[in-house]
């Protein structure tokens, strides 16, 4: 979105005591930052025909979303300001993030018998 729609949406946000900031994300792109708490934040953006959705970024390392906001595509700036406002940021209501890997944990692989002692053991022993 636009740095003027932006910054009218965030104004309002504000007059709303949401603690909402101008999220500059490219030359001409803007969207929205909810700061949440000491290191949660929440990324809106509304992207031209893809609609309304959140990124919810801790120290900057993505943890969950809110997802696409169904018909938001046509929402007028008071719709989007009621939609960011009333948003529940619960970890129940979030998605995880999914980078397509394995969710599964590998296990430990376990120790090699046949691995040859490191240089660091033979300074251990010499301190002993």
Do not use: N
């Amino acid at each position: 979105m636009d740095a003027d729609r932006a910054g009218r949406l965030v104004s309002q946000l504000q007059a709303r005591d949401v603690m909402a900031h101008l999220d500059r994300t490219g030359v001409y792109e803007c969207g929205i930052r909810v700061v949440l708490d000491s290191k949660l934040e929440a990324r809106w953006d509304l992207a031209g025909t893809a609609g309304l959705e959140a990124e919810i970024v801790s120290d900057g390392v993505l943890v969950g979303f809110v997802p696409h906001v169904e018909g938001s595509e046509d929402f007028t700036d008071e719709q989007i300001v009621e939609q960011i406002a009333t948003t529940r940021y619960t970890v129940e209501g979030l998605h995880p993030p999914t980078d397509g890997a394995g969710t599964q944990e590998r296990p430990p692989s376990p120790p090699r018998e046949d691995e040859r002692p490191r240089w660091t053991d033979r300074l251990r022993r010499g301190r002993q």
